[in-house]
């Protein structure tokens, strides 16, 4: 994973995790342990299921540029219902607390959208390859026509 790639996912990552652990000591004050876990369990899907997508997407960007703007619309398809499926199967659960799960589920899933749109942001991604039309011997246009 290039080093562009790795700081994206540890920048949107890490701020995740940490409002996790947020979600987690909230909800064991407020609903005991099944609370915890419902708030564990969210962050676990939030993290997984974003930080898949954000590196399919990446590897889909620099093998197939034209497929970027597709391939992230199909992406977020798939991740939101994979969410809704999950949020079926465990609705009536007994192994943590649903309501506190989809509170967290959804203030994570905010803060690592938040996170990877300011580490984008910040990034200092170059749109060109330097050097390109040198490496593959083509030569720059000359100019013609007129200069005034």
Known sequence: MPSNDARTLLHTAVPTAVIGLVAVGVAAGIEGGKGAIGAAVATLVVILFMGI????????????????????????????????????????????????????????????VTAQARAYM?????????????????????????TT
């Open 53 to 112: 997508g954000l590196v399919v997407l990446q590897r889909t960007a620099k093998q197939y540029p034209h497929l970027f703007q597709a391939m992230g619309m199909l992406l977020y398809t798939t991740q939101l219902l994979l969410l809704f499926v999950f949020l079926m199967v465990f609705k009536n659960t007994e192994l943590f607390d649903p309501q506190v799960f989809a509170l967290t589920l959804v203030v994570a899933t905010l803060v690592w």
């Open 122 to 146: 910040k990034a200092k991604i170059l749109y060109v390859e330097p050097g390109e039309s040198e490496a593959t011997g083509a030569r720059e246009p000359r100019k013609t026509g007129s």
